[in-house]
């Protein structure tokens, strides 16, 4: 597992765990699979931001391997 702060890090059909804009106070994460990247910049500090293939959008915490 590592972080979601590098664009390298991440590709469609991956999957991660995010945490969602409504979850950014408590830190609770969310799993699925990455349809999409957001970010467009190599590195973000509080991780990439994707678009899950059920529609979610956030940020990415972990990668899983």
């Known amino acids: 597992m590592t972080d979601g702060q590098k664009r ?3 590709k469609p059909g991956q999957k991660v ?3 969602l804009k ?3 106070k408590t830190g609770t994460l969310t799993d699925g699979i ?3 990247l957001l970010t ?3 590195f973000h500090p509080h ?3 994707v678009r899950l ?3 979610l959008v956030g ?3 972990i990668v899983h391997s």
């Open 22 to 24: 409504n979850d950014q």
């Open 59 to 61: 940020r990415v915490k």
């Open 17 to 19: 765990s995010i945490v």
């Open 47 to 49: 991780g990439i931001k």
């Open 40 to 42: 467009k910049s190599s």
């Open 8 to 10: 390298t890090m991440i």
């Open 34 to 36: 990455v349809k999409d």
């Open 53 to 55: 293939e059920n529609g």
